[in-house]
């Protein structure tokens, strides 16, 4: 079982759509969770950040994270063109040490 | 722009050679961290660096080293370059000791070993 788990998609929706992107993960020592999207040729780009379970909304963005089911969401609202891209997951036991991402989901955002 | 650079932006080897790449962080940052990202795959850590010591390695062989210069920009170097070694190789920098602050990405190296 890999460490982080993720749905590589691809997911394809209709612009204006909500879109629900998941991770499980394995290793209960997690604290920092964060989602990132990447462009094509492109570095991951943060989105989101949040500690321990809770959840946290920036913008068209809602990241949840429930760490008794060890499984994260990003909800986003009103989905757009732009959004089209691969989303990863990442999270850590340690503030800023150690990452491990998800293979990440692709989403295609059509207009 | 997250202000992390990465150069080259591409490079072509053979298997067996020696290859380097390198970062600049973004102003500020004294931490750079190094992953791998093959294709249709999240990053993978390689190591990180902060103030020049490495402060963190996962689970990449020896062949895999790093450096940290003074001003905090950085590079990694792999010897005896394998195909599998053919991959994105994202640079990171962040305030280590800011607890809001986190990770920015450059937009990477792609290496190719033939």
């Not at chain 1, 809602?62 to 089911?69: G, Y």
């Not at chain 1, 691969?86 to 800023?96: H, Q």
């Not at chain 2, 380097?20 to 931490?31: A, D, I, Y």
């Amino acid at each position: 079982q890999k460490e982080v788990e993720q749905d590589p998609g691809p997911l394809s929706v209709p612009e204006g759509a909500i879109v629900s992107l998941n991770c499980t993960y394995s290793n209960s020592a997690f604290q920092y969770f964060m989602w990132y999207r990447q462009y094509s040729r492109k570095g991951p780009e943060l989105l989101m950040y949040t500690y321990s379970s809770g959840n946290k909304e920036d913008g068209r963005f809602t990241a949840q994270v429930d760490k008794s089911s060890k499984y994260i969401s990003l909800f986003i609202r009103d989905s757009q063109p732009s959004d089209s891209a691969t989303y990863l997951c990442a999270m850590s036991p340690n503030y800023g040490q150690n990452f491990v991402f998800g293979p990440g989901t692709r989403l295609s955002v059509l207009p | 722009e997250t202000g992390v650079t990465q150069s080259p932006t591409h490079l072509i080897k053979t298997r067996g050679q020696q290859v380097t790449l390198r970062c600049s962080s973004q102003s500020g940052h004294n931490t750079v961290s190094w992953y791998q990202q093959a294709l249709g795959q999240g990053p993978q850590f390689i190591f990180q660096y902060y103030r020049e010591e490495e402060n963190g390695r996962g689970n990449f062989p020896p062949r895999f080293s790093g450096l940290q210069f003074p001003n905090y920009s950085s590079e990694l170097n792999v010897n005896a370059l394998e195909l599998d070694d053919s991959a994105l190789y994202l640079c990171a920098s962040s305030r280590l000791a800011e607890y809001t602050d986190t990770q920015y990405f450059g937009p990477g190296t792609r290496l190719t070993v033939l």
